[in-house]
């Protein structure tokens, strides 16, 4: 008692030793909720951040593509078709550094080699960069009504990412094909979701014959090859159908031969749990089938299901983008990522003008992404692994 007296005499109360801190990180581990674990597993998985991030700008794009885009998509510049990207400049042809970016006028010289017009800076036209300027009128979400864009120029005009062959800016197309590919991804995965439970849930809790009957069907599904199919079914699409209707249409594809993984992994999952001392009791209770499976199933690996949908959310960008690409899935006017790469799909388009290729950045962007982040989750849902 004396030497426990002496100890607490030396100022270890105010200054916590070794001990006391780790008593204390002890006591703040195991008091945590399981969000909290899942959430300091997940930030120190770096990628799965830096992927959080990306999706975040991403979802800023979908928000405000109106806003942030420096033209309307539809807008035609006939003095600058198929123009290349123009460059931002902060320093002057004299040497001067300029703090606001310009990008300077451009005209077309004959080349006498090629007898074909080439875009060269006119150094004599410079036009800086304005933010919050006004341009072509839209409204922001279907309701506020303003020509208030992020960025732009007074005069001139500003292709960032170049334009296509009708003069249009990409960079604003690819803005407005971000908010498109990435709905469809998300419309699609919530199909995919309820059909992946349903069907996976009836097949993993009542089993017998009902999960004879659904594994054979999910076996005739994933026995065709994915491509052709898609293909096969997004060209029985009527020519005559509007833009809207298409859009549905691709989706509700994509989401029919996506749902067979998620429901194969419920099942397995609720044949491991059907059997559980809780579940029973449930039964005992008098649990109705659909409140066992909604209430008390699934809730127990809803993280693994999270999980599956983010690392399978790149296959709808890609199925989508593969199939407007080759002209079978979106048309205009609708503007997809796939609708902007289908310009690029020669090699004469590819060598003359490569810009037309950049919208694939963001496809590769978003993919690898949502591969991150599904990393993340995946390594958090567990958050007592060592």
Same mark, same amino acid.
């Given at each position: 008692?004396?030497?426990?007296?002496?100890?607490?005499?030396?100022?270890?109360?105010?200054?916590?030793?070794?001990?006391?801190?780790?008593?204390?990180?002890?006591?703040?581990?195991?008091?945590?909720?399981?969000?909290?674990?899942?959430?300091?597993?997940?930030?120190?998985?770096?990628?799965?951040?830096?992927?959080?991030?990306?999706?975040?700008?991403?979802?800023?794009?979908?928000?405000?593509?109106?806003?942030?885009?420096?033209?309307?998509?539809?807008?035609?510049?006939?003095? *600058? @078709?198929?123009?290349?990207?123009?460059?931002?400049?902060?320093?002057?042809?004299?040497?001067?550094?300029?703090?606001?970016?310009?990008? *300077?006028?451009?005209?077309?010289?004959?080349?006498? +080699?090629?007898?074909?017009?080439?875009?060269?800076?006119?150094?004599?036209?410079?036009?800086?960069?304005?933010?919050? @300027?006004?341009?072509?009128?839209?409204?922001?979400?279907?309701?506020?009504?303003?020509?208030?864009?992020?960025?732009?120029?007074?005069?001139?005009?500003?292709?960032?990412?170049?334009?296509?062959?009708?003069?249009?800016?990409?960079?604003?197309?690819?803005?407005? &094909?971000?908010?498109?590919?990435?709905?469809?991804?998300?419309?699609?995965?919530?199909?995919?979701?309820?059909?992946?439970?349903?069907?996976?849930?009836?097949?993993?809790?009542?089993?017998?014959?009902?999960?004879?009957?659904?594994?054979?069907? @999910?076996?005739?599904?994933?026995?065709?090859?994915?491509?052709?199919?898609?293909?096969?079914?997004?060209?029985?699409?009527?020519? +005559?159908?509007?833009?809207?209707?298409? *859009?549905?249409?691709?989706?509700?594809?994509?989401?029919?031969?996506?749902?067979?993984?998620?429901?194969?992994?419920?099942?397995?999952?609720?044949?491991?749990?059907?059997?559980?001392?809780?579940?029973?009791?449930?039964?005992?209770?008098?649990?109705?089938?659909?409140?066992?499976?909604?209430?008390?199933?699934?809730?127990?690996?809803?993280? *693994?299901?999270?999980?599956?949908?983010?690392?399978?959310?790149?296959?709808?960008?890609?199925?989508?983008?593969?199939?407007?690409?080759?002209?079978?899935?979106?048309?205009?006017?609708?503007?997809?990522?796939?609708?902007?790469?289908?310009?690029?799909?020669?090699?004469? &388009?590819?060598?003359?003008?490569?810009?037309?290729?950049?919208?694939?950045?963001?496809?590769?962007?978003?993919?690898?992404?949502?591969?991150?982040?599904?990393?993340?989750?995946?390594?958090?849902?567990?958050?007592?692994?060592?």
């Amino acid at each position: 008692m004396a030497d426990l007296g002496g100890l607490s005499g030396t100022g270890t109360a105010s200054q916590p030793g070794l001990r006391g801190l780790q008593t204390e990180k002890e006591l703040k581990y195991y008091t945590a909720t399981q969000a909290q674990l899942i959430w300091w597993r997940f930030k120190k998985h770096r990628l799965a951040l830096l992927g959080t991030s990306i999706l975040a700008i991403f979802l800023i794009i979908v928000l405000f593509a109106n806003f942030i885009s420096p033209m309307d998509p539809f807008t035609r510049n006939s003095n *600058y @078709i198929f123009g290349p990207p123009q460059k931002l400049h902060f320093i002057d042809e004299e040497g001067t550094f300029h703090l606001r970016p310009f990008v *300077y006028g451009v005209t077309n010289e004959l080349d006498p +080699e090629t007898f074909q017009f080439n875009t060269v800076e006119d150094t004599s036209q410079a036009y800086p960069v304005q933010f919050f @300027i006004k341009g072509d009128p839209y409204k922001l979400w279907g309701i506020i009504r303003t020509d208030i864009h992020l960025f732009g120029v007074e005069d001139g005009f500003l292709h960032l990412l170049g334009t296509d062959k009708l003069g249009r800016d990409l960079l604003s197309r690819a803005f407005f &094909a971000t908010r498109t590919s990435l709905t469809i991804g998300v419309i699609g995965m919530l199909f995919t979701f309820f059909l992946g439970l349903i069907i996976g849930g009836i097949s993993g809790f009542f089993g017998g014959r009902v999960d004879d009957i659904t594994q054979r069907l @999910i076996e005739f599904t994933r026995s065709i090859p994915d491509l052709p199919l898609l293909m096969a079914l997004a060209a029985s699409l009527p020519k +005559e159908w509007s833009p809207l209707r298409v *859009y549905f249409s691709i989706t509700f594809i994509l989401a029919l031969l996506g749902w067979t993984n998620l429901a194969r992994r419920v099942r397995s999952k609720l044949l491991s749990l059907r059997e559980a001392d809780f579940i029973i009791a449930a039964k005992i209770a008098g649990s109705s089938d659909a409140r066992i499976i909604m209430r008390h199933m699934l809730p127990s690996f809803m993280s *693994y299901i999270i999980v599956d949908l983010s690392i399978s959310f790149p296959y709808m960008i890609i199925a989508e983008t593969s199939l407007s690409f080759i002209g079978l899935g979106l048309r205009p006017p609708v503007i997809s990522w796939g609708v902007l790469l289908n310009e690029s799909q020669n090699i004469k &388009a590819i060598s003359q003008h490569p810009w037309l290729f950049s919208p694939v950045v963001f496809v590769i962007l978003a993919v690898l992404a949502f591969n991150f982040v599904g990393d993340g989750i995946r390594d958090a849902a567990d958050p007592y692994a060592t």
